[in-house]
């Protein structure tokens, strides 16, 4: 016989999105979740309780979508936030006038940045993380989304060689532990969040380091909070050698994306 899937009251606040996630991957023959891919199977209960718990959906069933790609997510990095697709946008639009040098997804994490771009752009894409386990799931990712990626475990860009066409970057940027909410200081890798050492010196050495390797005409674009922009533009490396010097809002209206061209 059937189960029906009833949601708690509990989670009567929760995105139709989610819903529709859990929904999908109910089976009511058995009364459990299953997702195959990623070898999850749990009882709704178990969901419910894990999801009152302010654990993320996209941890709890191992994956999310972006675009037409299935990206693996677990606590070795970052859930891919609709920011960061708006960056992927935005290096996209930018790429078609960029030399056919390689681009660099710098702290790639999930993956989720490097692997668009391999799909879209003509360029070839590197990624760096300093975090091994990070880029582990960016390899999963790769192989189950077909990308043409060559990834380097290394701090920011130390490892990589240019010349390069282009730098597009979700590195950490939030100063202060307290300045993120509950569920993410719980659950989210904080090395992927907050910077080990001082973020301004942090954002400096990795724009001084990007111009270093950037061709003539290459950009960097990078995805930050108002408070990094306004620290940064206080420092010598902006305008430094770079010709043009852009902000962009995001779709909320905030200060989040800034873009560097050498
Ligand atoms: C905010 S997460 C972004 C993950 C992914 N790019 C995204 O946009 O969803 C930042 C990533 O940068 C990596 N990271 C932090 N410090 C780094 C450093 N000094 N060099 C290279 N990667 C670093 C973290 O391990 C983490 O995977």
Request: aromatic share 8%; net charge negative; charged share 30%.
């Amino acid at each position: 016989m059937n189960k029906k899937l009833i949601f708690p009251d509990s989670l009567a606040d929760f995105p139709d999105w989610e819903k529709y996630e859990i929904e999908r991957h109910y089976n009511p023959s058995c009364g459990k979740i299953f997702v195959e891919r990623c070898g999850i199977e749990l009882t709704p209960e178990e969901l419910f309780a894990r999801r009152h718990a302010g654990e993320p959906l996209e941890y709890i069933l191992g994956h999310c979508h972006v675009d037409d790609d299935y990206i693996k997510t677990d606590r070795r990095s970052l859930i891919p936030r609709p920011e960061t697709e708006e960056l992927i946008e935005i290096f996209c639009r930018r790429a078609s006038r960029l030399e056919l040098a390689p681009v660099v997804d710098c702290g790639t994490g999930s993956g989720v940045i490097a692997g668009a771009l391999s799909q879209r752009i003509k360029q070839p894409v590197i990624a760096t993380d300093r975090d091994r386990q990070a880029l582990e799931l960016a390899r999963e990712n790769k192989r189950l989304n077909g990308w043409s990626v060559n990834y380097i475990n290394c701090d920011r860009l130390s490892a990589v060689k240019g010349p390069l066409a282009g730098v597009v970057a979700n590195l950490p940027y939030v100063f202060r532990v307290d300045d993120l909410v509950e569920s993410v200081k719980k659950f989210e890798p904080r090395q992927a969040l907050i910077p080990t050492e001082n973020p301004i010196r942090f954002f400096v050495d990795f724009l001084t380091e990007a111009e270093q390797l950037l061709l003539s005409g290459g950009e960097l674009w990078l995805e930050g909070s108002r408070e990094l922009f306004q620290a940064l533009k206080k420092t010598d490396v902006i305008p430094g050698n770079w010709s043009a010097v852009d902000c962009l809002e995001d779709g909320y209206g905030k200060e989040r994306f800034i873009g560097l061209r050498k």
